[in-house]
């Protein structure tokens, strides 16, 4: 690893902490961008009195769920997922994921689609109307819903409602929900994924929910009971693309579990023992019936995040190792990977174009991958504490743009546990690329070059080390936002707002400059951005001095 940055490391070993447990000054209602102003809508969070910390903490994720045109009556699986275009994809994966990276856009055991019992190890769990009378009594199953984890509950929220409160809680006795995901193709009813922090997974079926005001969770399927397959946490949840009710669940041990949710688990579930730790594997269930029916092994120490790119062809991990890691889903093949400069990568998320990938993590950097030249980029400097959550706006133009130009311009956005929303720019042609240093007797593309790393494209299936700081071009952000009083956990962009939550479950709406415009042209720059398949890459002769840290 051949850190030569200027930058001690006390400097890059920021603690999770450290920077926001002072009050400050009082937070502004908006803040000003390129475009125009974002303004604070409103406000979404939870009863504090039914907060329950018995069990330790778990940091608050946010999915927002689309419940599409009533479906037929529910049944149970197995589930026909339709192919949808590639509007209605990029606009499932960014309201179906969780980021969060979560995330967004995110098991296994005798995965038996049994009704809950009062002797499972996770316990009693039911649901419980917080609000009732503001589910209107001829629901008609449609609207968008926020979905929020707080301690041992998750809470459910009307997106279109300005009320504060949710509508609705579902409550884990034995163990906290850490990570969800909801999928709006899902046609036979369960589409969120619940996952926790025993293990446990469960699917449910959001409609059934809302329908239903009672207090007993309805119709839930059970992954990995009692944590008969895998007892350590899950950190990551999420269906795969048009992947029929594939899903793939993440845990604290390095795994990663493919299931089916139309299997009722009777098969051997049991895989080999794990020869190297340090080494991806994978292994398949011995029976047809099993459920998981593969087990990834990435790394030693958690993952952290996984996300796929829209459509459903690669599959990125994160993790406690530092390392972004790519994988061919169908193939199982790891395609490409890199390590951060410093500490964990926490989360990841992809361009609605496939193209890139971008982490942030421990070392306070966003990062750029490019999946063309297989490398870092791009740095984005301006957090102050490690990144949390980072992902593409697919809904945003640029105001300048001119649709003749080969250029594309992404706009992207990254939050931090120093309270910070930050959004980028970035526009490959005008990334300047740092000036090499040559050896002693050498040319700055001579084989012992320290920018040689950057010129040259890693084989398939190698991972990258940690680069040098000069060697990657930095950016800067176009806006800097102090958005909440506690750690930021995630972001979600949708046509009309930016929604931001803290790790404390407070979730808020922040509406775009001219939100009408922007909500009657997202689908056309959506499918502009898929469709432009003009290749972007760095423009050589632009070199100079970057006015970051050498």
């Known amino acids: 690893m051949n850190n030569n940055s200027s930058s001690s490391s006390n400097n890059r070993m920021s603690s999770s902490l450290g920077n926001v447990q002072s009050p400050g000054p009082a937070l502004k209602t908006y803040f000003k961008t390129p475009e125009g102003r974002y303004k604070l809508h409103?406000?979404?969070?939870?009863?504090?009195?039914?907060?329950?910390?018995?069990?330790?903490?778990?940091?608050?994720?946010?999915?927002l769920a689309h419940l599409k045109d009533k479906a037929a009556p529910i049944a149970p699986p197995p589930s026909n997922t339709s192919a949808s275009s590639g509007v209605r994809l990029a606009a499932a994966r960014l309201l179906g994921g969780g980021?969060?990276?979560?995330?967004?856009?995110?098991?296994?055991?005798n995965g038996s689609s049994k009704a809950l019992s009062g002797n499972s190890?996770?316990?009693?769990?039911?649901?419980?109307?917080?609000?009732?009378?503001?589910?209107?009594s001829n629901y008609d199953g449609k609207?968008?819903?926020?979905?929020?984890?707080?301690?041992?509950?998750?809470?459910?929220?009307?997106?279109?409602?300005?009320?504060?409160?949710?509508?609705k809680s579902i409550h884990f006795s034995n163990s906290n929900p850490v990570c969800h995901a909801f999928s709006s193709e899902s046609k036979d009813g369960h589409d969120l994924l619940i996952g926790l922090n025993s293990g446990d997974v469960y699917s449910v079926s959001l409609r059934q929910q809302l329908q239903d005001l009672g207090k007993k969770l309805v119709g839930a399927q059970h992954y990995n009971k009692d944590g008969l397959i895998n007892n350590s946490r899950c950190t990551s949840i999420a269906w795969v693309p048009e992947g029929d009710g594939t899903f793939v669940v993440a845990h604290a041990d390095g795994n990663i579990y493919v299931y089916e949710k139309n299997k009722d688990g009777t098969g051997d579930s049991s895989f080999p023992v794990i020869k190297d730790q340090t080494q991806f594997s994978v292994a398949h269930a011995r029976s047809s019936k099993s459920n998981p029916i593969a087990r990834w092994h990435i790394c030693q120490g958690p993952i952290n995040s996984i996300s796929f790119s829209i459509d459903g062809t690669y599959l990125a991990t994160v993790g406690r190792d530092g390392f972004l890691r790519v994988f061919d889903f169908s193939k199982e093949q790891l395609m490409c990977g890199g390590?951060?400069?410093?500490?964990?990568?926490?989360?990841?998320?992809?361009?609605?174009d496939g193209k890139y990938i971008l982490t942030g993590g421990e070392d306070d950097l966003v990062q750029v991958w490019s999946m063309e030249d297989r490398k870092i980029v791009a740095w984005g400097e301006g957090h102050n504490s490690w990144v949390s959550g980072v992902a593409f706006d697919p809904y945003w133009s640029s105001p300048t743009s001119d649709s003749s130009e080969e250029t594309i311009v992404y706009r992207f956005g990254s939050?931090?546990?120093?309270?910070?929303?930050?959004?980028?720019?970035?526009?490959?042609?005008?990334?300047?690329?740092?000036?090499?240093?040559?050896?002693?007797?050498?040319?700055?593309t001579s084989s012992g070059a320290q920018g040689n790393s950057w010129d040259n494209i890693s084989p398939v299936g190698t991972l990258q080390?940690?680069?040098?700081?000069?060697?990657?071009?930095?950016?800067?952000?176009?806006?800097?936002?102090?958005?909440?009083?506690?750690?930021?956990?995630?972001?979600?962009?949708?046509?009309?707002?930016?929604?931001?939550?803290?790790r404390e479950g407070h979730v808020k709406i922040w509406t775009r400059p001219s939100h009408g415009e922007s909500h009657a042209s997202s689908s056309e720059a959506v499918l502009n951005m898929n469709a432009k398949?003009?290749?972007?890459?760095?423009?050589?002769?632009?070199?100079?001095?970057?006015?970051?840290?050498?």
């Open 121 to 136: 190890r996770i316990g009693s769990m039911g649901s419980s109307s917080l609000s009732s009378s503001s589910v209107p």
């Open 465 to 502: 080390p940690a680069p040098s700081m000069r060697d990657v071009p930095k950016i800067s952000p176009v806006v800097a936002h102090r958005v909440h009083t506690e750690p930021l956990s995630g972001l979600v962009f949708t046509a009309e707002s930016v929604l931001t939550v803290c």
């Open 415 to 444: 939050v931090g546990q120093d309270t910070q929303l930050l959004l980028w720019d970035l526009e490959m042609d005008e990334i300047v690329v740092p000036l090499r240093r040559c050896p002693p007797g050498g040319s700055p």
């Open 533 to 550: 398949d003009s290749k972007i890459s760095l423009t050589a002769s632009k070199v100079g001095s970057s006015n970051n840290k050498q």
């Open 42 to 63: 409103y406000e979404k969070t939870h009863p504090a009195g039914l907060l329950h910390y018995a069990h330790g903490r778990a940091v608050s994720q946010v999915t």
């Open 339 to 352: 390590k951060s400069y410093y500490g964990a990568l926490l989360c990841c998320a992809w361009s609605p």
């Open 99 to 109: 980021n969060g990276s979560r995330a967004l856009s995110f098991v296994g055991g």
């Open 143 to 167: 609207g968008s819903y926020l979905i929020f984890n707080v301690g041992d509950t998750v809470f459910i929220s009307d997106f279109n409602s300005q009320d504060k409160d949710p509508i």
